[in-house]
């Protein structure tokens, strides 16, 4: 831990007395690593993580250890007692009808693709997820790996079946993007060429993209069209009218990706094209618009 955090951790124990503050380093999306503090009650199993990464959000860089203190002393008095109901992800009555699917990047996520049912689509891959209320606490999620399926006593080819029927009641929005690109990225896009976000109700709202017959239906009249990887989260669809380069357009999403993309949220840093004749999805090439006959769409 750094200074601050040490000063931060040993004023919650003189203040805090009979629970338990111990340093946690948990491996995300994209191997990306989240160093945090596991709080519990001396001689308990049971507790819950406040990640650095939180307190920073909250509270800014250049927070104080008091304030620091005082929010984790807010999260104890809310959270450490609290007894989740797992039933809903351990239940496989109750967690196939809360399947979710959300797509990830292969390569930063290889590893543990190989102990998770997983389906590989372009240079992502679609992995599925539990999403469940915890009233008065908000939504769970967790993701499904080969230990879960197994308690479960299904397939993974049933896992993908349900989960990919689940996303059918998801509720997807398209809508104009006004401000979220800077003045040099925002140069990119003419009035008369708008660029769109793609969101979904579901948490990871950019799985969408497994589907290209659905973003198809939500963008009709908008001919074919480029697809930047906002995030895990959504998609950005940019019309193709004949005036954008696809390296210009890439560079921008390695850019954003950079600069305002949180590494946990990262999706990639590739440019889709969606090919509305074909209704098929795939990774620009350079200047390439006709379709590779190695591109599929998932089944």
């Known amino acids: 831990m750094k200074g601050k955090e040490l000063k931060v951790v040993e004023m919650c124990r003189e203040k805090m007395k009979g629970i338990r503050f111990t340093e946690e380093t948990i491996k995300k999306n994209n191997n990306s690593i989240q160093r945090g503090l596991r709080i519990a009650r001396e001689g308990a199993n049971l507790g819950f993580i406040v990640y650095w990464a939180d307190v920073v959000d909250m509270l800014g860089e250049e927070y104080a250890v008091e304030d620091a203190v005082g929010y984790i002393e807010s999260m104890v008095q809310t959270h450490l007692d609290f007894s989740p109901d797992y ?23 290889k590893e543990r693709l190989y102990f998770c049912p997983h389906m590989r689509y372009l240079d992502l891959a679609q992995v599925y997820y539990v999403q469940w209320e915890l009233p008065g606490y908000g939504t769970a999620t967790a993701e499904v790996n080969d230990g879960l399926v197994e308690k479960w006593g299904v397939t993974d080819g049933t896992v993908v079946v349900l989960a990919r029927q689940n996303m059918e009641a998801v509720k997807y929005r398209v809508e104009k993007v006004s401000d979220i690109l800077d003045d040099t990225e925002r140069s990119l896009i003419d009035v008369e060429n708008p660029l769109y976000a793609l969101q979904g109700n579901a948490t990871f709202g950019a799985a969408v993209i ?7 239906k939500l963008t009709v009249g908008m001919g074919n069209l480029y697809i930047l990887p906002s995030s895990v989260y959504e998609l950005l669809v940019l019309p193709d009218n004949g005036q954008f380069k696809v390296e210009i357009l890439r560079d921008t999403v390695r850019r954003v990706n950079r600069m305002q993309v949180k590494d946990n949220d990262f999706l990639s840093d590739q440019v889709y094209y969606f090919q509305r004749d074909s209704t098929q999805i795939f990774v620009c090439e350079e200047e390439q618009k006709v379709l590779p006959e ?6």
């Open 294 to 299: 190695s591109s599929s769409m998932p089944g």
């Open 210 to 216: 497994m589907n290209p017959g659905l973003v198809g």
């Open 87 to 109: 039933s809903p992800l351990l239940d496989w009555d109750k967690a196939k009808g809360l399947l979710r699917c959300k797509v990830v990047n292969y390569e930063r996520n």
